[in-house]
């Protein structure tokens, strides 16, 4: 594809398109990993966690005609980011056991990197079929996502201080998008994709069950913490 083109900026408009559409996930869940830190650690794991996890999205990118021929690959994915949702929801274990959910920088880095690995899938594909195999365009597609996560995560942070329901509703949203990879995994496409009510009921319920299984156990989840929290020694009920 010749440099500055017009078919190069109608490639470059639709991968700056699927940014925009795709990041708001990645936005939630940076906000949602960093949301336990100290305020002055907050915006260092925005940044860190979106070059993190630029940087496994690009070799992802440069890999992806080799990603595209792992069978069951978004059914992992979807499952891996199920998990993840559910952990932004789990309150941190006090006494400093494996905690749900990350309450110092380097978790929240991990938690970042790996959830965005797995939810980048669908923007590495995108982004790689919009730019026709064009490198430059992937390259420019990649930096043009930063700072619309980093600025996304920013702006989620922010609301989430002010309106905790935004927690759950961030939740909610990845397993929706966990939910749609496992729909969009090709080997289930008899399953899913056939033109039959049994396939749409198929679909619409591994979305609900999706979506309302992460909230409840996360709920579950809270309210047990709470409760062994109030029967701790030294601790008024």
Request: a neutral charge; proline letters at 4%.
């Amino acid at each position: 594809m010749e440099l500055f083109s017009t078919a190069w900026f109608s490639a470059l408009l639709a991968i700056i398109l699927i940014d925009l559409v795709l990041a708001g996930d990645n936005a939630i869940v940076i906000a949602l990993a960093a949301r336990s830190l100290p305020v002055h650690l907050r915006r260092k794991a925005i940044v860190w966690g979106t070059v993190g996890a630029i940087i496994v999205r690009s070799v992802m990118t440069v890999g992806v005609v080799w990603l595209l021929k792992i069978p069951g690959l978004m059914l992992v994915g979807g499952v891996g980011l199920l998990w993840i949702a559910y952990k932004l929801l789990a309150p941190a274990d006090d006494e400093g056991g494996h905690a749900p959910m990350a309450s110092t920088f380097w978790g929240a880095m991990k938690t970042i990197v790996v959830a965005d690995a797995l939810m980048g899938i669908d923007n590495v594909l995108g982004v790689a079929g919009a730019a026709h195999g064009s490198f430059d365009l992937v390259v420019i597609g990649l930096l043009v996502s930063v700072p619309i996560v980093v600025f996304g995560s920013s702006v989620v942070l922010k609301m989430v201080d002010r309106f905790p329901i935004i927690i759950q509703l961030g939740a909610g949203v990845l397993a929706f998008t966990a939910a749609k990879m496992i729909v969009g995994e090709p080997f289930l496409d008899p399953l899913f994709d056939a033109d039959t009510a049994g396939a749409i009921l198929a679909r619409y319920a591994t979305y609900a069950v999706a979506v309302a299984g992460v909230l409840g156990a996360g709920w579950l989840t809270a309210r047990r913490h709470a409760a062994a929290q109030q029967h701790r020694p030294g601790i008024e009920g």
